[in-house]
Nanobody, 115 residues
């Protein structure tokens, strides 16, 4: 099983980034996919979640209206479009897969929002 995140980096406040997670080794289309983030010294927190069909999504209150999660079951990818970024969005962002039998995590990608 592999979850490989990409797209992180340094962006100014108000800017945008698009994270992508490429999945392999499990049945992606049946899995619930999520993005989490973690700041050093704090617990990992759920940012956004998308169910298998793609029609149902959930967001943390702190990112509602700014972030959008999407998935492409044909390409086994999940994305997180992040707009109107704030310094408090700075964190390591992780892709997570829940197959119903097991949970898998990516290695994380750093997002830094700073002027």
């Amino acid at each position: 099983v592999q979850l490989v995140e990409s797209g992180g980096g340094l962006v100014q406040p108000g800017g945008s980034l698009r994270l992508s997670c490429a999945a392999s080794g499990f049945t992606f289309s049946n899995s619930v996919m999520s993005w989490y983030r973690q700041v050093s010294g704090k617990d990992r927190e759920l940012v956004a979640m998308i169910f298998s069909g793609g029609g149902i999504t959930r967001y943390a209150d702190s990112v509602k209206g700014r972030f959008t999660i999407s998935r492409d079951n044909a390409k086994n990818t999940v994305a997180l479009q992040m707009n109107s970024l704030k310094p408090e969005d700075t964190a390591v962002y992780y892709c997570r897969a829940n197959t119903g039998f097991a949970t898998y995590w990516g290695q994380g990608t750093q997002v830094t929002v700073s002027s």
